[in-house]
């Protein structure tokens, strides 16, 4: 088995089987050991853990356990069992890569002049010998300082039961239950009803679609910066549906969830006397 992990801001790195690579904005070196490989990833904002990831390649695969609080996505493009998946990842949760190609994203982790950007990292899993023009990155060669930088506080980006919140729990409600398709992103009205039902008939002034726009645009910011924001003005080749990519990347972000949609129907229900 053999992993070779490719970024815009990494030299490509080659792990053949019992070796593990851990990355992140500044992992712990731990001394030089063989077989572990620490790689400091440039350009991470403070908010960002020291520790994101750890791959390590076995006989029978390749693992990446996912060790930082910032959440990134998954995806698989090529030797995917039944196709193509996409999962979110979270600390904690480990994941066997398929063959092939697996792409990596973490959110908002950049800190650019533009503001935060994407990290986007390939990991290509084969069977093949390792490649002779890939050069591994020891351990001895990260920066100690930068060890020693603690790990900001992430800003919060969406107050709980405020008017954004309630926006972006009604736009994502369809991807939140299942449902990845682009004509089930909800309209204004549907929007406005979702929040005027959960909130036992009070809904600002979401009546207006103008509002809701004003809102949907907000979170757009929020959970793409403005560098990748679709609505911005000065993006070029704008998404043909912009609201169903903020829907997208709010759920992937997390920045609501299925537990935050249970809890307002479990109140709505709570209101209206079930149970």
């Known amino acids: 088995m053999r992993v070779v992990v490719r970024s815009p801001e990494l030299h490509p790195v080659a792990l053949s089987a019992g070796e593990r690579l851990v990355f992140g904005r500044a992992p712990h070196r731990g001394g030089r050991r063989p077989g572990r490989y620490a790689v400091a990833v440039p350009g991470c904002g403070p908010h960002v853990s020291r520790v994101l990831g750890d791959v390590l390649v ?3 695969g ?9 959440e990134a996505m998954l995806s698989s493009l090529f030797d995917a069992p039944g196709g193509a998946r996409r999962v979110t990842l979270v600390d904690g949760m480990s994941v066997v890569l398929d063959a092939g190609k697996n792409e990596l994203v973490v959110f908002a982790a950049l800190d650019t002049a533009g503001g935060p950007k994407d990290l986007a990292l390939t990991l290509v899993v084969s069977g093949a010998e390792r490649s002779r023009e890939l050069t591994e990155l020891s351990g001895g060669e990260l920066p100690a300082p930068e060890a020693a930088v603690p790990t900001a506080e992430a800003p919060e980006v969406l107050s709980r039961y405020s008017k954004l ?3 972006a729990l009604a736009l994502t409600e369809p991807l939140l239950a299942g449902t990845e ?13 979702r929040i005027e039902h959960w909130r036992g008939g009070d809904a600002w002034n979401l009546a207006d679609p103008r509002r809701v726009d004003e809102a949907i645009k907000k979170i757009s910011r929020i959970a793409f910066g403005d560098s990748l924001d679709p609505y911005g003005a000065a993006r070029e080749g704008r998404l043909f ?3 169903f ?19 307002v129907e479990r109140a709505a229900r709570r209101r209206g006397g079930g149970r």
């Open 58 to 60: 076995e006989p029978a």
């Open 165 to 167: 919140w309630y926006v």
């Open 181 to 193: 398709d682009e004509q089930s992103v909800p309209t204004h009205q549907e929007i406005h009803r």
């Open 241 to 243: 549906n912009a609201r």
């Open 245 to 263: 990519a903020v829907a997208r990347r709010t759920a992937q972000r997390r920045l609501v969830t299925a537990d935050d949609l249970d809890d």
């Open 62 to 70: 390749v693992r990446l356990t996912w060790r930082g609080a910032n």
